[in-house]
C-alpha cells in the first residue's frame, strides 16, 4: 500500500480541495545552484508562468525550451485555523520527472516519477492563518534508471541536451493540477471495487481502508441519485437488482458513497462514481460483460500547442468530440498515465482505456522508432541501471494501479511500450512487471505490453507474458514503403501466421500502425509523406485486419500530430496523426469514420 492516498480529491461534507492552479513564480536554475543557495527560502528575479502546464513553449529562447535540469516552482496559499484540527495534504497531479517540495523553506517531500500523483502530509508544518509558501524544485533530466528512458549529453559549450529514446518531446514541469486537500485526522484512505453478475443483478464487492478507527458504511445510487443497495463494514457486497451495466459507448455509472463513522456520527465522507462491468480474455476473443468487443480507435499524447504535456481541458473535451464524430470506442494512453480527467470523461463516455506505465525507451536508441523495427539489439536489460530502473517501474505499476483501479474504462494494463525481448535478460525483468500487475490489480484486467518489430513471433522471449497481443506494426511506413508496399503486405501476412502459430489462444490488437502525412500535401498517384498514401496504408492494413478473426482491435498511430525531438526523421514532430496538432482532420479522417462507423462493437465475435 503507498503511504499516501491517492483518492482523486473531491469536496464533500467532511472534505475540501483547494485547487492552486493559477500563475505561480517560475526560475530557471540554470547552474544548478538553486538548493545549495536556499531557493527555497523564496525567489528572486522569477518569472510567472501557468500552472498545470509544460514551461517549455511559452518561450522564445532556445535555451529555456531546451533546458534540462532543476526549473523551480513557488506560491502561497492562506491555511486557515478552521483547518487546526484537520489533515492538510498538497496534492500533485504529477511532477516532471522529480520533484522536492519545500513548505515555508522546510523540506516536505519528494517524489520519482512525471505523470502520477503524490500527496505531502503537511499537516504538522503548516501555520495557520499565514500565507504558507510552497516550493518545488522539477528536475527533468532522463537516464536508463528512470522512466521514460533516455540519456542527457552535454555540448561543448557545456550546455545539457535531452536524449530521449522515444518519440515525443521531453515536456516536463507541474503538468498538471495541484491542490490543498483538507480531511479529518480519521479519513477514508483508499476504496476498490470488483464485479460479478448474476442474470439481471450484479454484486459489487467493494473494500475500503481508511487511516483510523470507526465503522465503515457504504451506499450506491443509481443515476437520478435513488439509492439502490448498502452495506456496513470495511469489506462487503452492495447487491444491485436489474443493475445497468456499464457498456462500451454506452456508459451508466453509480455513485458510491463511502462513510467512516464514530458512535454513528460521519467523520469522513468520500464519493466517487462507479461502473458495474466485467473484463475478460476468453479464447481470443476481449469481453466486456460477457460479450466480445473490437476495440477501435488511437494511441494517443497528451500534447497540445503553447501548453505542451500539460493538462489541457479544452483540448481534452475537442478530442473526445473527435473520437465519437470518427467512431471511435477506445484509446492507449502512449506512452504514460494520463491526466486523472481524462479518465473520468472516458467513464462518462464509455470509452477502452489501454492504460499505458510510463516504460517507454527501454530499448537503447535515440531513433528507437527506426531502431525497433531494422533488427537492432541493444542488450538493454544488462545495464547496470537496471535494477533501479526496475524498482522504479514496480513503484510506477502501484501508483498507476492505486490511481486507476476503479476507473470503469481501464480495461487493460499497458505494462511497457516497445521494449527488448530478444536477449535472456529481458526475461526475468518483464515477468516481474507483470506478476506486481496481476497481484496489485483487484479486478485482475488483462496485461499487455505493445510489442516492437523486432520482437518477432520466433525471437520475442516475453510474448507469454501478455494476456493478450498488443502489437506495434509499420508495414508500408518503416518497412518496405512506397511502391515496395504490396511485398510489405505480403511480409505483413506471413509475420501474423507465424505469430498464429506461436499464439494460437490469445486475441491480438495492433496498438500501432500509420503513416507520417503532411497536412498540405496531396499527390495523384501518392507518395510517402501525402494524405493520399495514408490512406492507403490504412486500407491495406485494415484488410489483412479483416482476414484475421483473431485480430480484434485496432488503435491508429496517432491521433495527432505531436512534438517530438528534432532531427531529419521528423518535421516539426510527428505527423501520423489522422488529425493535425490542432485537431482538424487529414483526409484519412473520412476513411476511418466510414470503417469503424460499419464495423458493429462485436465484429469478429460470433463464436465466442
Ligand atoms: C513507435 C513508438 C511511438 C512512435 C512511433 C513512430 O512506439 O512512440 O512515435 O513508433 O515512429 O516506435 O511514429
Redesign the pocket.
Known amino acids: 500500500m503507498l503511504e499516501y492516498s491517492v483518492l482523486y480529491p473531491v469536496n464533500t461534507i467532511s472534505r475540501q480541495a483547494v485547487s492552486l492552479d493559477g500563475m505561480w513564480k517560475f526560475k530557471i536554475d540554470w547552474d544548478g545552484a538553486g538548493r545549495r543557495e536556499g531557493w527555497q527560502r523564496g525567489l528572486s528575479e522569477f518569472d510567472m508562468i501557468p500552472v498545470p502546464a509544460s514551461f517549455q513553449d511559452f518561450y522564445t529562447s532556445k535555451d529555456i525550451r531546451e533546458f534540462v535540469g532543476d526549473v523551480w516552482y513557488e506560491t502561497d496559499v492562506m491555511i486557515p485555523s478552521a483547518y487546526k484540527e484537520k489533515k492538510i495534504f498538497l496534492r500533485f497531479g504529477c511532477a516532471t520527472h522529480f520533484a522536492h517540495v519545500y513548505v515555508n523553506g522546510q523540506p516536505a517531500g519528494e517524489h520519482e516519477g512525471g505523470f502520477l500523483p503524490f500527496s505531502i502530509d503537511i499537516t504538522s508544518i503548516a501555520e495557520f492563518d499565514k500565507k504558507n509558501r510552497i516550493s518545488v524544485v522539477v528536475n527533468n533530466e532522463l537516464s536508463t534508471a528512470n522512466l521514460p528512458c533516455g540519456a542527457t549529453i552535454t555540448l561543448k559549450n557545456g550546455k545539457k541536451k535531452a536524449a530521449p529514446y522515444?518519440?515525443?518531446y521531453n515536456y516536463s514541469g507541474l503538468q498538471r493540477s495541484v491542490n490543498l486537500v483538507v480531511c479529518p485526522k480519521e479519513y477514508i484512505f483508499d476504496y476498490s471495487t470488483t464485479y460479478q453478475l448474476e442474470g439481471n443483478n450484479a454484486k459489487v464487492r467493494y473494500q475500503v481502508e481508511t487511516a483510523g478507527e470507526g465503522e465503515v458504511e457504504v451506499e450506491l445510487f443509481d443515476a437520478d441519485g435513488a439509492g439502490v443497495a448498502r452495506s456496513r463494514g470495511r469489506e462487503g457486497i452492495l447487491a444491485v437488482d436489474n443493475a445497468r451495466l456499464w457498456q462500451v459507448r454506452d456508459a451508466y455509472l453509480y455513485t458510491m458513497r463511502i462513510h467512516l463513522c464514530h458512535d454513528g456520527n460521519v467523520i469522513d465522507e468520500y464519493e466517487d462514481q462507479i461502473g458495474i462491468r466485467t473484463v475478460e480474455i476468453r479464447g481470443t476473443k476481449f469481453l466486456i460483460n460477457g460479450s466480445p468487443v473490437y476495440l477501435k480507435g488511437f494511441g494517443k499524447h497528451e500534447d497540445s500547442d503553447v501548453a505542451g504535456r500539460g493538462f489541457n481541458m479544452c483540448m481534452m473535451k475537442r478530442d473526445f468530440e473527435l473520437m465519437k464524430w470518427i467512431g471511435a470506442n477506445s484509446f492507449r494512453t502512449?506512452?504514460y498515465p494520463y491526466d486523472e480527467e481524462i479518465y473520468r470523461m472516458a467513464d462518462r463516455e464509455g470509452f477502452l482505456i489501454l492504460d499505458e506505465v510510463a516504460a517507454?525507451g527501454l530499448f537503447k536508441s535515440t531513433k528507437?522508432?527506426v531502431d525497433?523495427t531494422n533488427g537492432k539489439v541493444t542488450c538493454f536489460f544488462s545495464l547496470d541501471t537496471v535494477p533501479e530502473l526496475l524498482r522504479r517501474h514496480l513503484r510506477d505499476i502501484e501508483e498507476l494501479i492505486a490511481r486507476d483501479k476503479n476507473h470503469p474504462s481501464v480495461v487493460a494494463w499497458s505494462l511497457l511500450?516497445?521494449p527488448e525481448t530478444t536477449t535472456d535478460e529481458s526475461v526475468p525483468y518483464i515477468e516481474k512487471v507483470f506478476g506486481h500487475a496481476l497481484a496489485l490489480d483487484p479486478q485482475k484486467r488483462p496485461r499487455t505490453f505493445?510489442e516492437?518489430k523486432n520482437s518477432g513471433p520466433y525471437v520475442c522471449k516475453c510474448h507469454q507474458f501478455s494476456d493478450f497481443i498488443c502489437l506495434?506494426r509499420y508495414y508500408g511506413w518503416y518497412i518496405k514503403g512506397g511502391y515496395e508496399i504490396s511485398d510489405a503486405f505480403e511480409d505483413f501476412r506471413e509475420e501474423m501466421r507465424q505469430w498464429k502459430e506461436v499464439e494460437p489462444d490469445k486475441p491480438f490488437m495492433f496498438t500501432?500502425y500509420g503513416a507520417d502525412t503532411l497536412a498540405m500535401e496531396h499527390k495523384l498517384p501518392s507518395v510517402m509523406w501525402s494524405q493520399e498514401y495514408q490512406e492507403e496504408v490504412l486500407e491495406q492494413l485494415h484488410k489483412v485486419f479483416d482476414s484475421l478473426d483473431f485480430v480484434v482491435g485496432e488503435q491508429v498511430?496517432n491521433f495527432a500530430d505531436f512534438q517530438t525531438t528534432e532531427g531529419i526523421m521528423r518535421v516539426n514532430g510527428?505527423k501520423?496523426g489522422i488529425f493535425t496538432r490542432q485537431r482538424q482532420p487529414k483526409a484519412s479522417a473520412f476513411l476511418l469514420k466510414k470503417r469503424w462507423e460499419s464495423l458493429p462493437l462485436d465484429y469478429k465475435g460470433e463464436e465466442a
Open positions: 522515444f518519440d515525443f502512449s506512452h517507454v528507437n522508432f525497433v511500450n516497445e505493445a516492437i506495434n500501432e498511430w510527428n501520423k
